[in-house]
């Protein structure tokens, strides 16, 4: 059981402590939305990282190789969705800018609830099939050593909850840059430097196949 856990634990590290246009996103959303826009994006992600351990532990072995011919595909589809997401973040951007320097012009876009931004980095996350394929390597190679019903849910669970903490150790980051960057000009910086980042991200996504 211990094993398992501590597999777990450095299985959901391993998918998400590199830092990617998702990572940039949460911190991106918690510096210029809310603390509470970050977290929905972070729980999102790492909900899609733990049904993604638990596809791997139950059938990896024949879930792999039918992901692997897709997965050209659907990173072409999550590129152009963080392509989307970065236009729609720039353009949020200047438009609340604008609406700081005059007041009385239109106002800012509202910000999506916190459930839409989880469902939203949910579906994104689950773009990329290649997760399963890092997850099946681990169960198949036997590193979780998950043996039995019991010690695979605490490799899956852990798993959830190592993603989940770095997610939200980013979205704390970014909540604590948005206090120190309070005016006008910091919240400008901070939304073009975001969404700048994660469409260069995107791009490269794009290119690398």
């Known amino acids: 059981m211990t094993d398992a856990l501590l597999s777990g634990l450095l299985a959901g590290y391993g998918i998400a402590v590199p830092v990617g246009a ?91 609830s916190p459930w839409r931004t989880y469902a939203s980095l949910l579906g994104l996350t689950l773009l990329n099939p290649l997760t399963v394929v890092y997850f099946s390597a681990l169960v198949l190679g036997g590193r979780t050593g998950p043996g039995s019903l019991g010690p695979g849910l605490v490799f899956v669970l852990a798993a959830f909850a190592a993603s989940a903490s770095w997610q939200a150790l980013l979205a704390t980051g970014g909540a604590l840059l948005r206090r120190v960057l309070t005016g006008p000009r910091g919240r400008l910086l901070t939304g073009l430097t975001g969404n700048l980042v994660v469409l260069a991200l995107a791009l490269r996504l794009a290119l690398q196949r």
Not at 57 to 81: C, F, H, M, R, Y
């Open 22 to 112: 998702i990572s940039v996103l949460i911190v991106t959303l918690a510096s210029r939305v809310s603390l509470a826009r970050g977290l929905a994006a972070a729980l999102g992600v790492a909900t899609a990282d733990g049904l993604y351990a638990l596809l791997a532990l139950i059938g990896g072995a024949t879930l792999a190789p039918l992901l692997a011919p897709a997965a050209g595909a659907l990173e072409l589809a999550a590129a152009a969705v963080l392509v989307l997401l970065a236009a729609h973040g720039l353009r949020a951007t200047l438009r609340t800018h604008r609406a700081d320097r005059d007041p009385a012009g239109p106002p800012p876009p509202a910000p999506a």
